[in-house]
């Protein structure tokens, strides 16, 4: 997997892409807020980063996914997947 620093943010493919925020909220099926709040680097659910990122693959000629954008996730969902993973590895050892 490559080094998260090394990913683009959302913000610098808008930068070489200048794709339109209302183009992509409509196409993802999301509010502009949800727009901004990635151009903002701010917490948001994985499954609307997919949501848009799947989006935005169809706008501009580049790949986007969580493995190859850097977006912010929202930190309850990461810890509630680490404690189901955890729990997993324990019942698996057991």
């Not at 701010?42 to 493995?67: H, N």
């Not at 990461?78 to 729990?87: D, G, L």
Request: hydrophobic share 35%; with cysteine.
């Amino acid at each position: 997997m490559p080094n998260d620093y090394a990913l683009p943010l959302f913000y610098d493919l808008w930068k070489r892409y200048r794709f339109s925020n209302r183009a992509l909220a409509k196409r993802a099926g999301v509010d502009e807020q949800v727009i901004l709040r990635l151009f903002q680097n701010e917490e948001i659910p994985r499954e609307t980063a997919e949501q848009v990122l799947r989006a935005l693959s169809t706008l501009i000629p580049y790949e986007c996914s969580l493995q190859t954008v850097r977006v912010t996730l929202n930190r309850e969902e990461i810890r509630h997947a680490r404690n189901q993973k955890a729990k997993g590895n324990i019942q698996r050892d057991l």
